[in-house]
């Protein structure tokens, strides 16, 4: 169950990560998706499976 942060526990959280901009966030999601698009279509014709 997901559960909402209060906006106080929400900045000090983000304030920890410095890396975590609102600019970064859509940048990896952006990578995230080419990574999976890329994942799902890579040959398996080559592989055995069990």
Same mark, same amino acid.
């Given at each position: 169950?997901?559960? *909402?942060?209060? $906006? *106080?526990?929400? +900045? +000090?959280?983000? &304030? *920890?990560?410095?890396?975590? +901009? +609102? &600019?970064? #966030? $859509?940048?990896?999601?952006?990578?995230?998706?080419?990574?999976? &698009? &890329?994942?799902?279509?890579?040959?398996?014709?080559?592989?055995?499976? #069990?």
């Amino acid at each position: 169950m997901l559960r *909402r942060l209060r $906006p *106080r526990r929400w +900045s +000090s959280f983000s &304030a *920890r990560r410095p890396g975590l +901009s +609102s &600019a970064t #966030v $859509p940048w990896l999601a952006k990578q995230w998706q080419d990574d999976h &698009a &890329a994942f799902q279509q890579r040959d398996l014709a080559d592989r055995d499976f #069990v």
